[in-house]
Every structure is written in structure tokens, then in C-alpha cells.
């Protein structure tokens, strides 16, 4: 290949991914100066200082953390198991475990519904907790979307560390356990918290499996994405409008303070 030949080429990708990466930035700008007209700063300032949206503020804060904790619980021996075991009946468990993410979320709501309605479900609600148009509810239904998306993100985490790594650990004399909490675990640490931050973002936007679990009740169980659904329900735009722009500060704001907390950088850096 001619040195003119390959100039071209490398200029043509660096001009398509730059190209891209500008056209899509100036796609969500636009979205959101679109927004901004809608709106007003009073209406913001109101909307933001209000009683309702406090409690929605604080309650999607502490439903999206909790659930994301229980997720990544849960998530993390999962996807070790599913990484390093081979095991009957693992490619159809890995399969289901993808259902969350197949379904839409407000199936996942209504067959959580479903099942709370089933004898078993009852026995559950009324013997320990309750989740049916409740606010616990709305830990579950972030939970149940959450979790999906953690298990697949770690266990590729997971899969790009080397099991030698873990081996030699052994030889050395740790346990199986050792050797995966002082050797896999901190290798794999910058892609563990970047599941963290992934799953906390979609736990605190979720809509759908909320809302038809936990039901819409406003100062209960209206997290932010509930009270845009409620106040766009009532026609009243320009709060609509607040509230989302509320919703992106936070989301922005917790994003960027933890990728800077958590340091998470390019690995060609």
C-alpha cells in the first residue's frame, strides 16, 4: 500500500469518527435546547425548591444505591461462577439470565406483579416484605432490570483476567477465596466500578418495572422518573420539563463525581 494511499485512509477514519462524535453531540444539544424552551427559570427554581420533587430527589438517590448495591451482591459471584466454571446446564442459565434485558421493563413490572399475586407471593408480602405499591417495590423493580446488565459486564470483567494469575495465587498457597478476593477482584477493579456507575445510572433513570410494581403514588413511591410521567399526565409542560432537567443535573453530577473519585481512566493512558 502507497504512503499517499495510507494517509488518505488514516485522514478518511479520523474524519469519520470525529464526524460521528459530533453529530451525536449536536443531536443530544439540540434535544436539550429544544427542552429549554419549554421551560422557565422560576418554573425550575420552583419546581426544584417544591416539597414533591425533594422527596422524589432523595428517594430515587436511596432506591437506585440500594438496589445497585444488592446487584452488584449478587452480580459479582454470579459472574465469577458463570466466568470460571463450566458446569451442566450453564448456557441455558446464562441465556435466562439475559431476560431482564430482553424484556421490556414494564414486563418485568407486570410479571413481578404477576408473581406477588401467586400464593407464594402473598406469603411474602405478608410475612416479611411488602412490594406491591410500596417503595420497597421500587428496589425490587431496579434490582430486577439491574442485575442483568451487571452479571453480563462483569463477567466480561472477569473473562479478560487470566485464571494463571488466580492459579499461581494458589500455588503460593491462598484459597480459592484469597486468591479471588486479593488477585481477581483488584484486577479487575476499574471494570467493576464502571459497572457501578453504569448500573447506578439506569437504576436511578428506571421507569417502567417501577411503575407498574410500585404504582405512581405521589410522596411514596414517585422517584423522578415517576414524577415526570405524573406531571407530563397532567399536561403541565413546563414542570415536565423542570423535573427532567433536575433529573440530568443529578444523574451528570453523581456521574462525573464518581468517574473522578473512582479515577477511571483510558487504558492507553
Same mark, same amino acid.
Given at each position: 500500500?502507497?504512503?499517499?494511499?495510507?494517509?488518505?485512509?488514516?485522514?478518511?477514519?479520523?474524519?469519520?469518527?470525529?464526524?460521528?462524535?459530533?453529530?451525536?453531540?449536536?443531536?443530544?444539544?439540540? =434535544?436539550?435546547?429544544?427542552? @429549554?424552551?419549554?421551560?422557565?427559570?422560576?418554573? #425550575?427554581?420552583? &419546581? %426544584? /425548591?417544591? !416539597?414533591? +420533587?425533594?422527596?422524589?430527589?432523595?428517594?430515587?438517590?436511596?432506591?437506585?444505591?440500594?438496589?445497585?448495591?444488592?446487584?452488584?451482591?449478587?452480580?459479582?459471584?454470579?459472574?465469577?461462577?458463570?466466568?470460571?466454571?463450566?458446569?451442566?446446564?450453564?448456557?441455558?442459565?446464562?441465556?435466562?439470565?439475559?431476560?431482564?434485558? =430482553?424484556?421490556?421493563?414494564? @414486563?418485568?413490572?407486570?410479571?413481578?406483579?404477576? #408473581?406477588?399475586? &401467586? %400464593? /407464594?407471593? !402473598?406469603? +411474602?408480602?405478608?410475612?416479611?416484605?411488602?412490594?406491591?405499591?410500596?417503595?420497597?417495590?421500587?428496589?425490587?423493580?431496579?434490582?430486577?432490570?439491574?442485575?442483568?446488565?451487571?452479571?453480563?459486564?462483569?463477567?466480561?470483567?472477569?473473562?479478560?483476567?487470566?485464571?494463571?494469575?488466580?492459579?499461581?495465587?494458589?500455588?503460593?498457597?491462598?484459597?480459592?477465596?484469597?486468591?479471588?478476593?486479593?488477585?481477581?477482584?483488584?484486577l479487575a477493579k476499574k471494570n467493576i466500578l464502571a459497572t457501578t456507575i453504569i448500573s447506578w445510572a439506569r437504576a436511578v433513570?428506571?421507569?417502567?418495572?417501577?411503575?407498574?410494581?410500585?404504582?405512581?403514588?405521589?410522596?411514596?413511591?414517585?422517584?423522578?422518573?415517576?414524577?415526570?410521567?405524573?406531571?407530563?399526565?397532567?399536561?403541565?409542560?413546563?414542570?415536565?420539563?423542570?423535573?427532567?432537567?433536575?433529573?440530568?443535573?443529578?444523574?451528570?453530577?453523581?456521574?462525573?463525581?464518581?468517574?473522578?473519585?473512582?479515577?477511571?481512566?483510558?487504558?492507553?493512558?
Open positions: 500500500m502507497s504512503m499517499l494511499k495510507s494517509k488518505f485512509i488514516d485522514r478518511s477514519f479520523t474524519l469519520l469518527a470525529v464526524g460521528s462524535l459530533v453529530v451525536l453531540t449536536l443531536f443530544l444539544l439540540t =434535544i436539550l435546547v429544544s427542552m @429549554s424552551w419549554y421551560t422557565k427559570p422560576e418554573t #425550575f427554581l420552583k &419546581t %426544584l /425548591l417544591s !416539597e414533591e +420533587i425533594s422527596f422524589s430527589v432523595k428517594l430515587s438517590i436511596v432506591t437506585a444505591t440500594v438496589s445497585t448495591v444488592f446487584a452488584l451482591a449478587v452480580a459479582i459471584p454470579s459472574a465469577y461462577m458463570l466466568s470460571r466454571t463450566d458446569f451442566p446446564g450453564k448456557s441455558l442459565i446464562d441465556a435466562l439470565l439475559d431476560i431482564p434485558m =430482553i424484556m421490556p421493563p414494564i @414486563s418485568l413490572g407486570a410479571a413481578l406483579l404477576i #408473581f406477588f399475586s &401467586t %400464593l /407464594l407471593g !402473598e406469603i +411474602i408480602q405478608t410475612h416479611f416484605v411488602r412490594f406491591v405499591f410500596e417503595p420497597a417495590g421500587l428496589i425490587l423493580a431496579q434490582f430486577t432490570v439491574v442485575v442483568a446488565v451487571c452479571i453480563r459486564m462483569l463477567k466480561a470483567a472477569f473473562d479478560s483476567v487470566n485464571p494463571r494469575y488466580e492459579l499461581a495465587a494458589r500455588t503460593l498457597g491462598c484459597t480459592k477465596a484469597e486468591a479471588f478476593l486479593k488477585v481477581t477482584l483488584p433513570g428506571e421507569f417502567g418495572a417501577s411503575v407498574t410494581l410500585a404504582g405512581a403514588t405521589r410522596m411514596k413511591t414517585e422517584t423522578l422518573p415517576i414524577a415526570i410521567f405524573l406531571s407530563l399526565a397532567s399536561a403541565d409542560v413546563e414542570r415536565t420539563v423542570a423535573i427532567i432537567f433536575i433529573l440530568l443535573g443529578i444523574a451528570i453530577s453523581v456521574l462525573v463525581f464518581l468517574r473522578k473519585i473512582i479515577g477511571v481512566t483510558p487504558v492507553w493512558r
